[in-house]
């Protein structure tokens, strides 16, 4: 029988394009409230498991890691961003950073100069491999394997520059814990301001003031974790680390409820970031 439907639309016969769900949350105040919370955890937690668990940080360091690795193995295979498995990483990444950095200085004796220049290095390593393998340092395309990848591996070496960077500060100018959370605060300011008075690009912001939230977090646990005869308010690390912890539990419960940091693939594509 002959066809008599007249030509067909090789567009219409073509597959609809397939929308992939970033991977990572919005950038919003829950984002850098969670973020800032999640430092101070990794700073008090990984004090807390060095003088509690008895295995010293090599062993704290290995558990810590082989935990993380199980909680970005279920990161990878979700299909979209989920608060509780993401933000779940980033407390666990930022206990590792912070191990991986006090390994360094405290086991093995590199000084802090040292440790701080090597992650920078590193982490313009990273962010240049990246950019060369994407075109781009987007957040909010965090929406493949290898973007993933390229992420998490930024990630951590935030969290380990930060921490070399805030104990390289402190030691160097013996500010204190509060003032020290202070000038990283006024810091985060700065970026802020030009970023949006300035013109400063939004990535190169964005990253700058992700890096500068781990000495602030840090700072603001040691003041509140450590002995008041050594500056602190002498809360000690488990008191500390758990009312962090239960404050990032909550607002993680009410983003998975709301929503509200959950950026869809047809608002991807509209962000610069």
Not at 2 to 31: C, I, L, Q
Not at 80 to 85: E, L, Q, S
Not at 136 to 160: N, P, Q
Request: aromatic share 10%; hydrophobic share 55%; net charge neutral.
């Amino acid at each position: 029988m002959p066809d008599t439907a007249g030509p067909r639309d090789p567009a219409a016969a073509a597959p609809a394009p397939r929308t992939r769900w970033n991977k990572v949350p919005e950038v919003t105040a829950y984002f850098w409230i969670i973020k800032v919370l999640c430092t101070t955890v990794g700073e008090t937690a990984a004090d807390l498991l060095n003088e509690k668990a008895g295995l010293g940080l090599t062993g704290v360091s290995l558990v810590m890691s082989a935990l993380l690795a199980v909680v970005l193995v279920v990161q990878f295979r979700t299909r979209a961003y989920r608060p509780g498995v993401y933000w779940l990483a980033v407390a666990l990444i930022s206990v590792v950073g912070t191990l991986v950095s006090d390994n360094l200085t405290d086991n093995m004796g590199v000084p802090l100069t040292t440790t701080t220049t090597v992650f920078a290095i590193v982490l313009a390593i990273v962010f240049a491999a990246w950019y060369r393998a994407e075109r781009t340092l987007s957040i909010h395309h965090i929406d493949s394997t290898r973007r993933e990848t390229f992420y998490w591996l930024a990630v951590l070496f935030t969290f380990a520059l930060g921490t070399s960077a805030g104990d390289l500060v402190a030691e160097r100018m013996d500010l204190g814990y509060w003032v020290s959370a202070v000038l990283f605060a006024a810091a985060i300011a700065a970026v802020a301001m030009a970023r949006f008075a300035l013109g400063l690009g939004a990535v190169g912001s964005f990253w700058i003031a992700y890096i500068l939230t781990r000495p602030l977090g840090a700072s603001m646990g040691d003041y509140l974790s450590q002995p008041t005869g050594d500056g602190g308010l002498g809360l000690g690390t488990v008191v500390t680390s758990a009312l962090f912890l239960l404050v990032i539990l909550g607002l993680v419960i009410r983003l998975s409820v709301t929503r509200k940091d959950v950026i869809e693939p047809e608002r991807a594509a509209e962000h610069a970031v």
